[in-house]
C-alpha cells in the first residue's frame, strides 16, 4: 500500500519556506525522498532509518516520527532550482520501494 | 559516462504492436528494477531483478516480461500494446539490499505513446 502525501501540490515565493508530508498505515522502517524535475528521472535526496536522526541536504532537511510512521521533508529557503515533483518512498517485503502520489512544488520568482 | 542508460527514449506505435525497451547500467549493481510513471505521474514498481533472478513481479499483465540476460542488463519487453500501456517506462538499478540504505538510481525514462 502506497505512502500518503500531503500537499498535493505548493507553489512558493522564493525564499519561502514548504513542509511536505508523507505518512503509511504500515509500520516504517525507513523513509526515501526523491525529487523529479519535469522531464527529468527522479533523483534521490535522502533516506531516514528507524531510530536515525534527521538528515539534511543542503537546506532541505527531514524528519522521520517512526511512532506516528510519519516523515516531513523541509525545504528551507527555496530556490527556483527547488521546483519539481517530491515522491516519498516506503519499502516493503522484497526491498520492494513503492512511492507515494508525489507532491508538485513551483517555486516563483 | 551515463549511469544507467535507457533506449529508446521515445517510441510511438499502434495498438497491437509489440516493442522492447533496453536498459543498461555501468554502476556494479546487483539489482534492477522497472518502474511504470502514468499521466499522473504515479511511479509504481513492475520488476526488480537481483544477479538475473527475478525478485518482484507485481500484478502486471504477463504481455510484460522482463528479461535479464545479465546483472548489468534489464529488458523489457511488452506484447499486443494497448493504449493504457501509454506511460514513461523508467529502469533503476541499486546495490544489492542497498533499496534500504541507499539510493535507486534512475535511467532518464522511456516514453511510450500508443496510438
Known amino acids: 500500500q502506497q505512502p500518503v502525501q500531503s500537499p498535493q501540490a505548493v507553489i512558493l515565493r522564493e525564499g519561502e519556506d514548504a513542509v511536505i508530508n508523507c505518512s503509511s498505515s504500515k509500520a516504517l522502517y525507513s523513509v526515501h525522498w526523491y525529487r523529479q524535475k519535469h522531464g527529468e528521472a527522479p533523483v534521490f535526496l535522502m533516506i531516514l532509518l528507524k531510530g536515525g536522526e534527521q538528515k539534511g541536504h543542503d537546506k532541505i532537511s527531514a524528519s522521520f516520527n517512526e511512532k506516528k510512521q510519519q516523515s516531513s521533508l523541509y525545504l528551507t529557503a527555496s530556490q527556483l532550482s527547488y521546483s519539481g515533483t517530491y515522491f516519498c518512498g516506503t519499502l516493503e517485503y522484497g526491498n520492494k520501494l513503492v512511492f507515494g502520489a508525489g507532491t508538485i512544488l513551483r517555486v516563483k520568482s | 559516462d551515463t549511469a544507467v542508460s535507457q533506449t529508446p527514449k521515445y517510441l510511438v506505435t499502434q495498438m497491437g504492436n509489440d516493442k522492447s525497451i533496453k536498459c543498461e547500467q555501468n554502476?556494479?549493481?546487483?539489482?534492477m528494477y522497472w518502474y511504470k510513471q502514468d499521466s499522473k505521474k504515479f511511479l509504481k514498481i513492475m520488476f526488480s531483478y537481483n544477479n538475473k533472478e527475478l525478485i518482484i513481479n507485481e500484478t502486471v499483465p504477463n504481455r510484460f516480461s522482463p528479461k535479464s540476460p545479465d546483472k548489468a542488463h534489464l529488458n523489457l519487453h511488452i506484447n499486443s500494446l494497448e493504449l493504457g500501456d501509454s506511460a514513461v517506462y523508467f529502469c533503476a538499478s541499486s546495490r544489492r539490499g542497498s533499496a534500504n540504505t541507499g539510493e535507486l538510481f534512475f535511467g532518464e525514462g522511456s516514453r511510450l505513446t500508443v496510438l
Open positions: 554502476l556494479g549493481h546487483d539489482t
